[in-house]
């Protein structure tokens, strides 16, 4: 079964950096686009990055543009996000997400807490 696990997440001050991870099982995660995506309990979860499967695009949300890097690492099974210059607004939780056309649907991790605070 489809397994995302995301890691990393802790409290920092503002300017800080944070790297998160999204271990990945269950399915042949080079051939998956992974996104993550940002919630505050309460509020519409927004998308954050993206990264194609071969690695050989991203995408970001233009709140984060210039702050934040999406990576993968395919034999490790894992994709970063690494946060620099973390802003109180970045507090969240963030989940890693992959959307798999075999059963039309879209899978989550458990999510790890961001929070940004002096």
């Known amino acids: 079964q489809v397994r995302l696990v995301e890691s990393g997440g802790d409290l920092v001050q503002p300017g800080g950096s944070l790297r998160l991870s999204c271990a990945a099982s269950?399915?042949?995660?080079?051939?998956?686009?992974v996104t993550w995506y940002r919630q505050v309990p309460g509020k519409q979860r927004e998308l954050v990055a993206s990264?194609?499967?071969?690695?050989?695009?991203?995408d970001y949300a233009d709140s984060v543009k210039g702050r934040f890097t999406i990576s993968r690492d395919d034999a490790r099974r894992t994709v970063y996000l690494q946060m620099d210059n973390l802003k109180t607004e970045d507090t969240s939780v963030y989940f890693c997400?992959?959307?798999?056309?075999?059963?039309?649907?879209?899978?989550w991790g458990q999510g790890t807490q961001v929070t940004v605070s002096s």
């Open positions: 990264i194609t499967s071969d690695g050989g695009s991203s």
């Open positions: 269950g399915f042949v995660f080079s051939s998956y686009a």
């Open positions: 997400s992959i959307f798999r056309l075999i059963d039309n649907r879209r899978y």
